[in-house]
T-cell receptor
Framework: DQQVKQNSPSLSVQEGRISILNCDYT??????FLWYKKYPAEGPTFLIS?????DKNEDGRFTVFLNKSAKHLSLHIVPSQPGDSAVYFC????????????FGKGTRLSVIA | GAVVSQHPSWVICKSGTSVKIECRSL??????MFWYRQFPKQSLMLMAT?????????EQGVEKDKFLINHASLTLSTLTVTSAHPEDSSFYIC????????????FGPGTRLLVL
């Protein structure tokens, strides 16, 4: 049973436009959420995170939004750049509940020049 | 960010042999290290969590006698795949965190294992 779901396996966006990657979770014990970027044959690189006490966190071109009632989070990248092309993983863990880090299956983002 | 290395990055071996993968934290002391496995087009799945100086905690369904984990120092953890079989072929990734902060995990580059 997938506790963290990324329902879009791939996404194509024009350079300069906004990329929106979505993630849903089912475990109400999760209280900390992270986004990772991954290139082929490399380990994930941390991008941005958000605690459940917030609904938005921004870092440069990356913004993560959290809707706790819908158990949904999204990563916005604006403006999108060709170098952003990679697989993006959503991950969640329960800090207070001591659950391990659980990853979604990832969404492959292609930014077209 | 912190640097975590893995060695080797690629390994091809015959069925029945054992393979050791090293994970090192290069610029910080990792009190906790995690081992993940990723099959093609699948998410990273946590295999086990190890704390320095103690036995690893394995996730459900992961055979601890097959995947031996040693975390003998604050900068090194090893995963040994014993008697590897073709179905063990996968991408193995370690991560490390300091001070036991699981939300701050730094990932290694991964090791691709192919068992013939």
């Amino acid at each position: 049973d997938q506790q963290v779901k990324q329902n879009s396996p791939s996404l194509s966006v024009q350079e300069g436009r906004i990329s929106i990657l979505n993630c849903d979770y089912t475990n109400s014990m999760f209280d900390y959420f992270l986004w990772y970027k991954k290139y082929p044959a490399e380990g994930p690189t941390f991008l941005i995170s958000i605690s459940s006490i917030k609904d938005k966190n921004e870092d440069g071109r990356f913004t993560v939004f959290l809707n706790k009632s819908a158990k949904h989070l999204s990563l916005h990248i604006v403006p999108s750049q060709p170098g952003d092309s990679a697989v993006y993983f959503c991950a969640a863990l329960g800090v207070s509940g001591n659950t391990p880090l659980v990853f979604g299956k990832g969404t492959r983002l292609s930014v077209i020049a | 960010g912190a640097v975590v290395s893995q060695h080797p990055s690629w390994v091809i071996c015959k069925s029945g042999t054992s393979v050791k993968i090293e994970c090192r934290s290069l610029d910080f002391q990792a009190t906790t290290m995690f081992w993940y496995r990723q099959f093609p087009k699948q998410s990273l799945m946590l295999m086990a969590t190890s704390n320095e100086g103690s036995k690893a905690t394995y996730e459900q369904g992961v055979e601890k006698d097959k995947f031996l984990i040693n975390h003998a120092s604050l900068t090194l953890s090893t995963l040994t795949v014993t008697s590897a079989h073709p179905e063990d072929s996968s991408f193995y990734i370690c991560s490390a965190s300091g001070q036991g902060a699981r939300e701050t995990q730094y990932f290694g580059p991964g090791t691709r294992l192919l068992v013939l």
